[in-house]
C-alpha cells in the first residue's frame, strides 16, 4: 500500500476490539512516526503506553480533573492508550508552537501506521488533558504537555470505522493574494 492510499483509507475507530499491539510490535511503528520533519532534531515528544490498571489511574485523574466523584470509564475503550505528550526543548529557532507540530506530527503517523498493521485507532482528548491532575497522573516534567490519547484496538469484525466527509481540496489550497505577491 502506498502512502497515499493509507492516509486515504484512514479513519477514526471510536469502538474497538480488547486485542492491542505488544510493546514488541509498537517499537519499529515509533521508531518510523519518529522520523517526521523536526527542526534542529529536537525531538521533542515521547509517548506513555496505558494498560491494564494505568487505565484506571487515568479515570481517576479525569474524574478530579472533572470535580466528578466517580472515576471516568473513558479509558476503559480501549485496552492501549498511548498518550500523546510535547516535551518543549530550549531553542532559540524553534517555538514552542513548532515543537507541538512536531509531537502531533508523530501522533498522526502512528495513527496511520497502526492502522496499516490492522489496528483500529482514534485520537481523542479534553479539556482535562492540561490539568495538573492528569498531568501528575502520567509524570509529566514542567517542560511537558499531553497532547491527548491514541486509543488503540482490534478492529471489529462486520463493522465499518465510519465515513469522513470527502476533502474540497481545490478550495483548501489557496494562493497568496494578488496584492501581496512581489514581482
Do not use: C, F
Amino acid at each position: 500500500m502506498s502512502a497515499l492510499e493509507a492516509v486515504l483509507r484512514r479513519t477514526s475507530w471510536s469502538k474497538v476490539t480488547e486485542d492491542a499491539p505488544t510493546r514488541e510490535e509498537l517499537l519499529p511503528l515509533i521508531a518510523a512516526a519518529g522520523r517526521v520533519a523536526d527542526h534542529s532534531s529536537l525531538r521533542p515528544w515521547r509517548l506513555i503506553e496505558l494498560r491494564g490498571d494505568d487505565r484506571i489511574a487515568l479515570g481517576a485523574a479525569i474524574a478530579k480533573a472533572n470535580g466528578d466523584d466517580k472515576p471516568s470509564t473513558k479509558p476503559l475503550r480501549s485496552a492501549l492508550l498511548i498518550a500523546v505528550v510535547v516535551s518543549y526543548r530550549k531553542s532559540d529557532k524553534v517555538p514552542h508552537w513548532e515543537q507541538e507540530a512536531v509531537a502531533s506530527g508523530v501522533a498522526h503517523t502512528l495513527s496511520l501506521l497502526l492502522d496499516e498493521a490492522g489496528w483500529g485507532v482514534i485520537w481523542r482528548t479534553g479539556g482535562y488533558t492540561r490539568s495538573r491532575a492528569v498531568a501528575e497522573a502520567h509524570g509529566l516534567a514542567e517542560n511537558e504537555e499531553l497532547l491527548g490519547w491514541l486509543y488503540v484496538g482490534g478492529k471489529p469484525q462486520g463493522k465499518d470505522a465510519g465515513r469522513r466527509k470527502p476533502i474540497d481540496a481545490d478550495a483548501l489550497l489557496t494562493q497568496m493574494p494578488a496584492g501581496r505577491r512581489e514581482g
